[in-house]
């Protein structure tokens, strides 16, 4: 490895006389180097090597490190307001003195990792290169899969090229002799994911956990990417991207926004219950969007792995998402059967016995479930199955689509089409969800979600709603055509009632007919609708009363949301754009 960026070098030194590891590792990206990590941690007994499944491997967290933590999450802005009142703040000198105290001799006893690792491909113009220092073996194996990672992002980098610094450490310095812990991390008081928008900068410290600690993620190519791409004029979503064929053979691409556990690789990995229609999946988490030559949005997946949610996920449900973890996989708390596999609730029938996430004996009668409910597998994106040919091409897939969306019980009907672009933006900036497990805290509270990017905006969430019209205007007639959808409506008896996964298609297609003018719809107060008959249903067995109440709009609890809206949009004060404003004014206009 050539080791001529004097700027890199200067900090990996720094960081080193700062954190004081044994050793300073140079991660090449190779295999063998992979092994190698991997061969170590199954020796320490950190790792589980899976019989069933070839170079695959099972990790157990500690039991408080299982999720990403947005009350320890910080954009430390120098002004406070430019981070916004979504966000945690403390000023950047203060966060700086806390974290320096925290890593100063916190890598004793263990090995400083250096990862250059490139988001999207490394020959695609809308790419980013960062550099990751770590001391979690587990954090460089993940990296490896979800990244790009190595040689060729070090010869991309040269002697003087640009890089996103990601500093993170597990927070757990070992004494010589003394016994380290299977998965070492600090208290929940003193985990901290830090962001320094106004620098690039990225501190994360404690936590090894997912987006805690994989920083391309959520912290390079969401929290610090958002605010690169509102300075630089173009877009970082949390959002899916998939490329759809209709039976005539006419592609179309949509990227679509769910929050954290809300279906987004579920719908980018769509098993198709229609005839004719084809699926191919470009991206399942995130997607960085910018206008191309011929004035449309292309949206390339920066990621080359997915690290999705276990639980739910079965040869029902997700058979594409089933057929990639075949092999070299990690999974991160699932439970594990006595004949060397992983199991989690909602595979399939249960065990008879397994090892559960904590370590425990567990069996079917057990009060806890076996795999925690944000259990995760990490993975290659180019095993699956269902993935785009397209999926790494440079310049990145047209979209004609954008889908918003979140987890709501009632209210939120199945599909509804924004009038206009404004009123696009406007439903992004109201969405809302229930909470999901991943994150730590309560799970099922409702919420507002803007753009599925609560957790992830890295400046002031009204700005990025004024970001979001600015890049309607740009598109101009070429902006995508805005949707929104619910597929967690539930009967007074708490049952599902829309089918979801494959027989999402269902809704997308409609969505396809609507851009070809192929089908019409019914003007309601709060969107566009399917008109009867013009959802395709065909070889569906759904009670009509069910579907009825999936398209229902309640209008008095479309006043409450109407509140709701009120109370979220204050506290953006004069901030918040005053086309978002009148958006608020004529839906309650057309609610009467
Ligand atoms: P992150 O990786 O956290 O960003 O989550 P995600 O948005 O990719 O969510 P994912 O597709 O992994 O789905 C999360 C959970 O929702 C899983 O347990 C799925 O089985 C479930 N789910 C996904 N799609 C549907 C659907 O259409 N209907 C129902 N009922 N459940 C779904
Ligand atoms: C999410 O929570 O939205 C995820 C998982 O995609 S994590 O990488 O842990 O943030
Ligand atoms: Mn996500």
């Avoid at 007994?45 to 899976?50: E, Q, R």
């Avoid at 057929?323 to 909602?346: H, P, Q, R, S």
């Avoid at 310049?395 to 199945?414: A, N, Y």
Wanted: proline content about 7%; aromatic content about 10%.
């Amino acid at each position: 490895m050539t080791l001529q960026h004097a700027k890199l070098n200067g900090w990996v030194k720094e960081v080193a006389g700062l954190c004081r590891p044994d050793s300073i590792h140079w991660c090449d990206g190779s295999r063998e180097e992979y092994d190698r990590l991997m061969k170590r941690m199954v020796e320490s007994g950190v790792a589980t090597p899976l019989q069933k499944r070839p170079h695959s491997f099972l990790f157990r967290s500690e039991p408080g490190d299982v999720a990403r933590i947005e009350s320890r999450t910080y954009i430390s802005t120098a002004n406070r307001d430019d981070a916004g009142p979504t966000n945690n703040w403390v000023a950047p000198e203060e966060l700086k003195a806390t974290m320096k105290s925290l890593y100063a001799g916190c890598m004793k006893g263990r090995t400083l990792f250096v990862i250059p690792f490139s988001m999207g491909a490394v020959d695609s113009p809308i790419a980013k290169i960062g550099v990751e220092l770590t001391d979690s073996p587990y954090v460089v194996c993940n990296m490896h899969i979800m990244t790009r990672v190595g040689t060729t992002v070090m010869e991309k980098l040269g002697a003087d090229g640009e890089f996103i610094p990601c500093l993170h450490s597990i927070g757990a310095p070992v004494a010589p002799g003394q016994k380290d812990a299977s998965w070492p991390c600090a208290p929940l008081d003193q985990k901290y994911i830090s962001h320094f928008p106004e620098e690039n900068l990225i501190w994360s410290y404690g936590s090894g956990y997912g987006g805690n600690a994989l920083l391309g993620k959520k912290c390079l190519a969401l929290r610090i990417a958002s605010a690169m791409a509102k300075r630089e004029g173009w877009m970082a979503e949390h959002m899916l991207i998939l490329r759809l064929t209709n039976p005539a053979g006419k592609q179309y691409h949509l990227a679509a926004a769910f929050p954290s556990a809300c279906g987004k690789t579920n719908l980018a990995m769509l098993t198709p219950t229609l005839p004719g229609w084809k699926c191919e999946c470009v991206g399942d988490d995130i997607a960085w969007i910018k206008i191309g030559p011929d004035g449309r949005p292309y949206a390339i997946n920066p990621e080359c792995g997915f690290f999705g949610v276990a639980p739910g996920t079965s040869y029902d449900s997700n058979p594409a998402a089933m057929d990639t973890v075949k092999e070299n996989t990690i999974f991160t708390n699932c439970a594990l059967t006595d004949d060397g596999d992983i199991w989690w609730e909602g595979m399939g029938p249960a065990p008879n016995h397994a090892i559960d996430w904590k370590g425990r004996d567990w069996t079917p009668d057990a009060k806890e479930p076996a795999a925690h409910a944000n259990a995760r597998f990490t993975v290659p994106a180019r095993q699956c199955p269902v993935i785009c040919p397209d999926w790494e091409k440079p310049q990145g897939v047209p979209i004609d689509i954008f889908v918003f969306g979140g987890r709501r019980t009632s209210v939120m009907p199945l599909v509804h089409e924004a009038y206009s672009w404004d009123h696009g933006v406007f439903m992004g900036a109201t969405a809302s969800s229930e909470t999901t497990a991943a994150n730590i805290g309560a799970v099922g509270n409702l919420r507002r979600d803007p753009f599925a990017m609560q957790p992830f905006c890295g400046y002031n969430m009204a700005d990025y709603f004024g970001h979001w019209l600015a890049m309607g205007d740009r598109f101009g007639k070429h902006a995508p055509r805005i949707f929104y959808v619910n597929w967690f409506r539930k009967s007074p008896e708490g049952k599902w009632l829309w089918p979801g996964f494959g027989d999402n298609i269902r809704v997308l297609k409609w969505m396809c007919e609507r851009i070809d003018g192929t089908v019409g719809a019914v003007e309601t107060p709060i969107g566009l609708m399917p008109k009867e008959g013009d959802l395709d249903l065909t070889g569906l067995a759904i009670p009509d009363a069910d579907l009825k109440e999936l398209l229902r709009i309640d209008a008095d609890a479309w006043k409450a949301e109407i509140s709701d809206i009120e109370r979220h949009f204050g506290q953006f004060g004069d901030r918040l754009p005053a086309r978002i404003r009148r958006q608020l004014d004529d839906l309650r206009k057309r609610l009467g």
